[in-house]
């Protein structure tokens, strides 16, 4: 197991209100058995399981990062929760939001946390993202522009004019943009995925063949990684599990088999975050 590049992404709801277009939120609710709503009690039981270090370029390992399959504010708790996670030690932390579900003072208590990065998915004209553009979410969109440290930016379809006006006044070049939409390794049916690839593959996301970019759920399932919609592949369970034994399970291994062995059915295969294992 290396830690060096790891991550652990706190799933802390199933099924996301948020209903993003390009979003295959029914395959993990189909998938899905247990406790639907992370409690804040299971999470501090799976984090206590996961041993927490310094890497080679000084960030502290895993990142604790508040994404996986649902918008993080669908739970209630999720400010409290993004606090107990700093305050265990989990100092290099990012945060993926739309905002909806979040409120005003719930912002406030996680306004000191030196983000790694704070990413907020932009509402759009062609609404792909169904937040509603009120008064209230222009003054939190604004509030997290002028206080949250690293706010990057996911933008799929026309940002929509309002958010646009309150953009603009910041120094954009500054400000990392994502719009690639994909189509998670085959499970967005309306996305075509990318060409199969063969040959001996990696992962650019996990770190090569590390696959330590993982994704913990309400039930303490962890699932290998972001694209694993389908809930195909579990590694292990940190109620139960510990966290080093989730890189030495069968599941773990078969997917790893699959980067090396191009005849066995891998999700990585159709996946835009593969790569030939000898490319740059």
């Not at 990413?119 to 949250?148: A, T, W």
């Not at 929509?160 to 998670?184: A, F, G, L, P, Q």
Request: hydrophobic share 40%; charged share 25%; glycine share 6%.
């Amino acid at each position: 197991m290396d830690l060096q590049f790891g991550s652990i992404e706190i799933t802390t709801k199933i099924g996301c209100p948020v209903a993003c277009s390009y979003c295959p939120q029914d395959k993990t609710t189909g998938a899905y058995k247990g406790e639907r709503m992370m409690s804040m009690e299971t999470m501090l039981k799976c984090l206590d399981k996961i041993p927490i270090t310094t890497n080679v370029l000084g960030h502290v390992v895993p990142r604790l990062e508040f994404s996986g399959f649902c918008e993080p504010f669908a739970n209630p708790n999720c400010a409290e929760m993004v606090l107990a996670g700093y305050n265990k030690g989990f100092t290099n932390i990012t945060l993926y939001t739309t905002l909806r579900g979040a409120k005003m003072e719930d912002l406030e208590k996680i306004k000191h946390i030196p983000w790694a990065f704070f990413s907020l998915h932009l509402p759009d004209k062609e609404g792909m993202i169904q937040v509603k553009v009120d008064d209230e979410y222009l003054k939190m969109f604004r509030f997290c522009m002028e206080n949250m440290k690293d706010v990057c930016f996911f933008a799929y379809g026309t940002v929509k004019d309002e958010v646009w006006d309150i953009i603009k006044d910041y120094d954009i070049n500054k400000i990392y943009w994502n719009t690639v939409i994909h189509s998670r390794a085959g499970n967005v049916d309306s996305v075509k995925p990318v060409e199969r690839k063969s040959g001996h593959i990696r992962c650019m996301s996990s770190q090569g063949m590390a696959l330590n970019h993982n994704i913990l759920l309400p039930n303490g399932d962890v699932s290998i990684c972001c694209m694993d919609f389908g809930l195909k592949n579990i590694v292990g369970n940190l109620l139960t599990d510990s966290y080093e034994s989730l890189f030495r399970s069968d599941a773990h291994n078969k997917v790893v088999a699959g980067m090396y062995v191009d005849s066995m059915d891998s999700m990585c295969r159709i996946c835009d975050y593969a790569v030939p294992n000898d490319a740059n």
